[in-house]
T-cell receptor, first 110, second 114 residues
């Protein structure tokens, strides 16, 4: 089966940088995705890493190391609106379905 | 111009009832999904259809039956509802099953079973 671990909560102040780590154990790994979900809202796609290295999209970056079964999401210049849950998800299995981690609740303080 | 829509948004019902949740996407995607998110925000895939064909059927009770009348619609019917079925159900879609294809989620249906 698959398992993913990420911190349950992270707190930071506006303007700071925060890193949310994700470690995974899975068979047939195809890539690591990150999704953001605000309270009461739907998950929205942030990034995908299929290969090792860093992917940058504006204030958000995502990193993957397949040899370490590890990835992280880096959020820079934090804003209040970044307060949300962040989920890492791996693509695995014969149908390459997404398996989500339990989510990290990010709270950005003024 | 909603991308993925679900109805109803809220559903409150009694144990033992049968209910359906409808999902429609206007993105032209050919793959659709149903996810269940429990009270601890754990998000788990239930089903996936690609071009109206079932491709993912996770360990879900037989009381749950998806139906895809066409590529733009994926409905979820639940028989004999139980207290443990209370959760938020999300429909999602993607363009194919490609590895990098992001999934677009609907707004969710909050099901409460009393």
């Amino acid at each position: 089966g698959q398992s993913l671990e990420q911190p349950s909560e992270v707190t930071a102040v506006e303007g700071a940088i925060v890193q949310i780590n994700c470690t995974y154990q899975t068979s047939g790994f195809y890539g690591l995705s990150w999704y953001q979900q605000h309270d009461g809202g739907a998950p929205t796609f942030l990034s995908y890493n299929g290969l090792d290295g860093l992917e940058e999209t504006g204030r958000f970056s995502s990193f993957l190391s397949r040899s370490d079964s590890y990835g992280y999401l880096l959020l820079q210049e934090l804003q209040m609106k970044d307060s949300a849950s962040y989920f890492c998800a791996v693509r695995s299995g014969s149908a390459r379905q997404l398996t989500f981690g339990s989510g990290t609740q990010l709270t950005v303080l003024p | 111009d909603t991308a993925v829509s679900q109805t109803p948004k809220y559903l409150v019902t009694q144990m033992g009832n049968d209910k359906s949740i409808k999902c429609e996407q206007n993105l032209g995607h050919d793959t659709m999904y149903w996810y269940k998110q429990d009270s601890k925000k754990f998000l788990k895939i239930m089903f996936s259809y690609n071009n109206k064909e079932l491709i993912i059927n996770e360990t879900v009770p037989n009381r749950f039956s998806p139906k895809s009348p066409d590529k733009a619609h994926l409905n979820l019917h639940i028989n004999s509802l139980e207290l443990g079925d209370s959760a938020v159900y999300f429909c999602a879609s993607s363009l194919g099953t490609g590895l990098a294809n992001e999934q677009f989620f609907g707004p969710g249906t909050r099901l409460t079973v009393l």
